[in-house]
């Protein structure tokens, strides 16, 4: 991270005067990720044979919610220089000289602390210890360490991303189950063949970045096949919850579909190299990836919270 | 107020202030509220089951 580097944009703030306005704050906490992670700890929640206080629950959600804020800001703050480099980052606060690197890493530190500690004294100190090492993976492991290092960065970076429903568990429940380790699972396989699909529309601004993702580093003859290969797995993954019981009949379908939607696309992926289509096609598996991703999690929580679980093999 | 030598704030620089201040104040009523929900939910009804 490079501070003062010339790269951000000119500031005329008076010396010594935050410039940030509220929203630039709200955005260093990249509030995207956090409702797709709220989302996905509710879920986390349901699916779990437990019954907690709501209030509890509530805020453990919002204590969860706030760590992988604090994460995004971290990751703000560490990335700011490549941040500024590529088009679909440059304008976030700190590039664009909104908000001082100083004051983003006071945030980030702040809201980290706090989270942790206030979901240890809400709910428990494992819950608490899970969200910590969350929070430690994606700014310290990911960010500073795997990003910049290896192609395999988001494959073991997205890690982060897939442990809130293990988080969520373990918050009303004290310890981690099979439920929250499927979701984490399958939200960890799931990753790859979405950031890739990412990566090879972008691959130029990564490479201007610096950034070693795999198109740029393996080629993307070599991307197209890990995609494929991680999709095949994803597929059946997916059903993992039915085969446990915790995935009713509507999941079941919904799985079954998106998983062949998925593996379809893959395929494609795989196969169109040439032309206009090596670009739509990407395109197309990264938008379905997330509607997969959304549907799954949406139906578990459909049938966990409003009691429509028709279990497929027997009872749960 | 500023001082002869403390920077002089622009009226953008006050009205962003006003605003992050709210901001805070706001996070911090809520952070008041919650731990007063949780608290309250810790507790339970038994806590006014009690000998006299």
Known sequence: MTAASPIYAESHATPGISQGEVKDY?????????????????????VTPSHVHPVIAFASLLMIAVGAGASGCLNMWWDADIDAIMTRTAKRPIPAGRIAPGEALAFGLTLSVGSVLVLGLVSNWLAAGLLAFTIFFYAVVYSMWL???TPQNIVIGGLAGALPPVVAQAAVTGSVGIESLILCAVIFIWTPPHFWA????????????GIPMMPNVAGPDSTRRQIL??????APLGLAPVALGFGGLAYAVVSTIGGLGMLAL???VFRLREG????????????FSILYLFLLFATLLAEHGFGLLRPVFGSH | MAGPNLPQLTPEDIKRRRKRSMAIALALGVMVALFYA???????????NRPL
């Open chain 1, 276 to 287: 206009e289509p090596a670009f739509r096609v990407p395109q197309q598996l990264f938008g």
């Open chain 1, 266 to 268: 893959a395929v494609q």
């Open chain 1, 198 to 209: 990412l990566a090879l529309l972008k691959s130029g601004d990564y490479a201007r970045a």
């Open chain 2, 38 to 48: 949780v608290t309250i939910a810790k507790l339970g009804p038994q806590v006014l």
């Open chain 1, 26 to 46: 709200i955005a260093l906490l990249k509030p995207r990720v956090m409702f797709l992670v709220v989302f996905t700890a509710l879920v986390g929640m349901v």
């Open chain 1, 229 to 234: 290969a991680y999709t095949i797995v994803l």
């Open chain 1, 147 to 149: 990003k910049r290092a």
